[in-house]
């Protein structure tokens, strides 16, 4: 696997590569690299003939009081793990490298609607920061399909959303989350939990589960699901960021009409901030 920094030789090598005929995939990341980023890799393998991966921690999508700084850069042993997954090209750019700028003259995209609740509510800016660093990274890479993970579920929908609405020629692929025996979701973030908040922590999910039966078996409203399910994570000990009941392609809360459910979560164990979903 060859590691490149600079946007140039990225270039130049995935040049190269279509040159010969090659399907080109690739798989944004801000690295710290865990088996739910190891799967999209897998993915994007059976899907091209060259998977390109990206490792960049963007400031742009963090918020000010979030954990810019502190974020696990791994860089070595997510190497390790590309070169076992079998990637072929690994881009580590630097925020000079994105942004020479700097972050407040760096044009924007802003993905509209699809932002406005649930993690673009709690983390104003953040999914800007998203879709403006993956518009630039498809715009660099120009790949023919890009992986992303659903534990991301609304990232997924902008992302979606940017490439549809820019008429973007890229194919957007999502892979169901990944999750550990126990059921939590993985996540880097995970790795910020003590090891009493990890024995908590898959009760996000266990309550998931519990309201999609309910709603599932329609002795529940929307709302008694919800808040039944947000007494149970307080109990837990979490704290409830948004526990939503939604359209799974609006994203907006479900009515009778909805045809497809989706429940987006979101509860703080102690300081970490944890997300997950699931769908009817
Ligand atoms: O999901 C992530 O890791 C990031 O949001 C992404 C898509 C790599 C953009 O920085």
Do not use: A, C, V, W
């Given at each position: 696997m060859q590691t490149v920094k600079t946007v140039q030789k990225l270039r130049e090598k995935i040049h190269h590569e279509k040159s010969q005929g090659k399907r080109i995939a690739f798989v944004p990341t801000m690295g710290n690299l865990h088996d739910g980023h190891i799967a999209l890799v897998h993915k994007a393998k059976s899907l091209s003939d060259f998977v390109v991966t990206s490792i960049f921690v963007n400031?742009?999508?963090?918020?000010?009081?979030?954990?810019l700084d502190s974020y696990p850069r791994t860089l070595d042993a997510d190497s390790d793990k590309l070169i076992a997954a079998g990637n072929n090209l690994l881009f580590t750019p630097t925020p000079e490298v994105i942004y020479p700028q700097g972050l407040e003259r760096q044009t924007q995209v802003i993905v509209p609607f699809v932002t406005e609740l649930h993690c673009g509510a709690s983390r104003p800016g953040h999914f800007t920061g998203v879709s403006t660093v993956v518009n630039m990274l498809f715009n660099m890479v120009q790949p023919h399909v890009a992986v992303f993970g659903e534990k991301d579920y609304q990232q997924l929908a902008v992302i979606r959303k940017m490439v549809k609405d820019l008429q973007m020629p890229v194919e957007i692929c999502g892979l169901p989350t990944q999750r550990a025996n126990d059921g939590l979701a993985l996540s880097s973030?995970?790795?910020?939990?003590?090891s009493q908040e990890r024995k908590i922590a898959p009760t996000l999910y266990q309550t998931l589960q519990q309201s999609l039966q309910q709603l599932k078996n329609q002795t529940h409203t929307p709302e008694t699901v919800a808040q039944e399910a947000i007494s149970t994570l307080e109990a837990a000990g979490f704290s409830v960021d948004y526990f939503n009941i939604v359209d799974s392609e609006t994203l907006q809360p479900a009515t009778v009409s909805t045809k497809k459910t989706t429940i987006l979560a979101a509860a703080f164990l102690g300081k970490t901030r944890l997300i997950d979903n699931i769908s009817l």
């Open positions: 400031p742009m999508q963090f918020g000010q009081n979030e954990d973030r995970n790795g910020y939990l003590s």
